[in-house]
């Protein structure tokens, strides 16, 4: 899937983030998330950010923030979100 929906490069970088972490670089974690939401986070220079809301067995959540390139429709970054 990974291979369908981002570019190389970001797959690259994806790799790289997991084996510093130790955790699944799309999750930004060890587990699945046990539901989560979708939110519009803007958009602009040809790009629009999508976020998603993971959550947890036990109550907590995560937000990981997915750049989409609009002229292909390909995420081309995946980042925690803004401190």
Aim: no cysteine.
């Amino acid at each position: 899937m990974r291979g369908e929906f981002l570019t190389p490069q970001l797959n690259t970088e994806l790799d790289q983030w997991a084996a510093v972490h130790d955790a699944d670089p799309v999750f930004r974690a060890q587990s699945v998330p046990t539901d989560w939401s979708v939110a519009y986070g803007g958009s602009g220079a040809g790009h629009s950010t999508v976020i998603l809301t993971e959550y947890w067995a036990g109550g907590g959540h995560t937000d990981v923030w997915y750049q989409l390139r609009l002229a292909d429709l390909r995420i081309d970054g995946l980042q925690d979100p803004p401190a």
